[in-house]
T-cell receptor, first 115, second 112 residues
Framework: AQTVTQSQPEMSVQEAETVTLSCTYD???????LFWYKQPPSRQMILVIRQEAYKQQNATENRFSVNFQKAAKSFSLKISDSQLGDAAMYFCAYRRGGATNKLIFGTGTLLAVQP | NAGVTQTPKFQVLKTGQSMTLQCAQDMNHEYMSWYRQDPGMGLRLIHY???????DQGEVPNGYNVSRSTTEDFPLRLLSAAPSQTSVYFC???????????FGSGTRLTVV
C-alpha cells in the first residue's frame, strides 16, 4: 500500500525567509502524481503545486517550488520570500496514475510565519 | 461555477442518530471522494466513486454509506452516529489524476 510521511509536525519561518517542508512516500508504481495542499485556518483545502512522476523537472508556482527526488521517493516543498498569509497546515499527497481515485495524504506540517 | 458544495457546514448529532452529508459539484467531474480529517492524522479516505453508479470503500468506511446516482451528487450517510465519528468531513471531486482534487469547504460534525 502507498504511504505518505511528513516528519515535521510543526515548523516556523521568519517573514521574507525561505522554508522547506519535507515529504517522503512509498510506492511501487511508476505512474503517479504528487501534490502539496495548503489548509489555512479557514479550513479550505487549496492546491499549491503538483508534480508528475514522469517529469524530471521540478514544478514551480511563483514562490513555491518542489524538490522531487524520484529514486529517494522524496518530495519537499520550498516556500521562498515567506509571507504572513503562508501560515497554514500543509499536506503532501500522492495519487496513482490511470483510472484511480485515491488521493493519499500525509499527516501535515503546521507552518508558522513570524513577522 | 460553485465548485464543490457541502452542506451543512456544522452539525451536532446525538449518539445513534442518522444523517446525510450532502455534496454536489457542477464541474462534471467523474471522480468524487469523501475524507475525514482528525488532528494528527491528516485526511483519511472514507468512500470514493469513479463515476455514476460506481462506489468503493476507502481506508475508513465503517459506519458510513454512499451512493452515486448522478455525476453531480455524492451524499455520505452516517447510519448510527458514534462519538468516534466526531470529525471534519470533506467532499472532493476531480477530472483526472493529473489535476488533483477540488475540495468543498468541509462539515464539522460533533457526536455527543
Amino acid at each position: 500500500a502507498q504511504t505518505v510521511t511528513q516528519s515535521q509536525p510543526e515548523m516556523s519561518v521568519q517573514e521574507a525567509e525561505t522554508v522547506t517542508l519535507s515529504c517522503t512516500y512509498d510506492t511501487s508504481e511508476s505512474d503517479y502524481y504528487l501534490f502539496w495542499y495548503k489548509q489555512p485556518p479557514s479550513r479550505q483545502m487549496i492546491l499549491v503545486i503538483r508534480q508528475e512522476a514522469y517529469k524530471q523537472q521540478n514544478a514551480t508556482e511563483n514562490r513555491f517550488s518542489v524538490n522531487f527526488q524520484k529514486a529517494a521517493k522524496s518530495f519537499s516543498l520550498k516556500i521562498s520570500d515567506s509571507q504572513l498569509g503562508d501560515a497554514a497546515m500543509y499536506f503532501c499527497a500522492y495519487r496513482r496514475g490511470g483510472a484511480t481515485n485515491k488521493l493519499i495524504f500525509g499527516t501535515g506540517t503546521l507552518l508558522a510565519v513570524q513577522p | 461555477n460553485a465548485g464543490v458544495t457541502q452542506t451543512p457546514k456544522f452539525q451536532v448529532l446525538k449518539t445513534g442518530q442518522s444523517m446525510t452529508l450532502q455534496c454536489a459539484q457542477d464541474m462534471n467531474h467523474e471522480y468524487m471522494s469523501w475524507y475525514r480529517q482528525d488532528p494528527g492524522m491528516g485526511l483519511r479516505l472514507i468512500h470514493y466513486s469513479v463515476g455514476a453508479g460506481i462506489t468503493d470503500q476507502g481506508e475508513v468506511p465503517n459506519g458510513y454509506n454512499v451512493s452515486r446516482s448522478t455525476t453531480e451528487d455524492f451524499p455520505l450517510r452516517l447510519l448510527s452516529a458514534a462519538p468516534s465519528q466526531t470529525s471534519v468531513y470533506f467532499c472532493a471531486s476531480s477530472y483526472s489524476a493529473f489535476y488533483g482534487y477540488t475540495f468543498g469547504s468541509g462539515t464539522r460534525l460533533t457526536v455527543v
